[in-house]
């Protein structure tokens, strides 16, 4: 993520383990159209950015919140920044970055429930809709696919540390 000030990711780090609880239940129900996800994804972006803040973060960093709580959770958490506010038409997330990230949680998760699966959504893993979407509105948004990051193995670091998965 462009623009985070240096020390700003550690503290994210740190914060992650505060700011949810991380049972299986998380990583049980995988579908974006649970009822309430709108409002999980919030609270789960909202209290990253809170501990973050708790733990020295000098700025609210919702952008850098949402995106690493969407990659650790791409079936649940939407990610934010100017390019996805920019393709969704959202204006005033500088000033207003809760709003925004409400309102981009609830336009792409409410699009979630009116597609199906499909080749749309890439071959790579994580094969989530809130993934494409993601993707694609950054794209739309400006962003140069040069630097997209693509995650061939999101096991990697798991089997490197030798921790069990499925």
């Given at each position: 993520?462009?623009?985070?000030?240096?020390?700003?990711?550690?503290?994210?780090?740190?914060?992650?383990?505060?700011?949810?609880?991380?049972?299986?239940?998380?990583f049980?129900?995988?579908?974006?159209?649970?009822?309430?996800?709108?409002?999980?994804?919030?609270?789960?972006?909202?209290?990253?950015?809170?501990?973050?803040?708790?733990?020295?973060?000098?700025?609210?960093?919702?952008?850098?919140?949402?995106?690493?709580?969407?990659?650790?959770?791409?079936?649940?958490?939407?990610?934010?920044?100017?390019?996805?506010?920019?393709?969704l038409?959202?204006?005033?997330?500088?000033d207003?970055?809760?709003?925004a990230?409400?309102?981009?949680?609830?336009?792409i998760?409410?699009?979630?429930?009116?597609?199906?699966?499909?080749?749309?959504?890439?071959?790579?893993?994580?094969?989530?809709?809130?993934?494409?979407?993601?993707?694609?509105?950054?794209?739309?948004?400006?962003?140069?696919?040069?630097?997209?990051?693509?995650?061939?193995?999101?096991?990697r670091?798991?089997?490197?540390l030798?921790?069990?998965?499925?």
């Amino acid at each position: 993520v462009q623009g985070v000030p240096t020390g700003t990711k550690a503290l994210m780090a740190r914060a992650l383990l505060r700011a949810v609880d991380w049972s299986p239940a998380l990583f049980a129900d995988l579908s974006p159209v649970t009822p309430g996800a709108e409002e999980f994804a919030c609270e789960c972006v909202f209290a990253l950015v809170r501990q973050s803040q708790s733990a020295g973060a000098a700025r609210r960093e919702f952008s850098l919140a949402s995106k690493v709580l969407h990659w650790l959770l791409p079936y649940r958490v939407p990610a934010y920044d100017s390019y996805v506010c920019k393709s969704l038409g959202i204006r005033g997330a500088d000033d207003h970055p809760e709003r925004a990230y409400r309102e981009v949680a609830h336009e792409i998760l409410g699009a979630t429930r009116t597609i199906t699966d499909g080749p749309w959504l890439g071959a790579l893993e994580p094969r989530s809709p809130v993934r494409a979407f993601d993707k694609c509105l950054w794209w739309l948004g400006g962003g140069n696919d040069g630097n997209a990051a693509q995650v061939r193995d999101p096991w990697r670091v798991i089997d490197k540390l030798g921790l069990e998965h499925d």
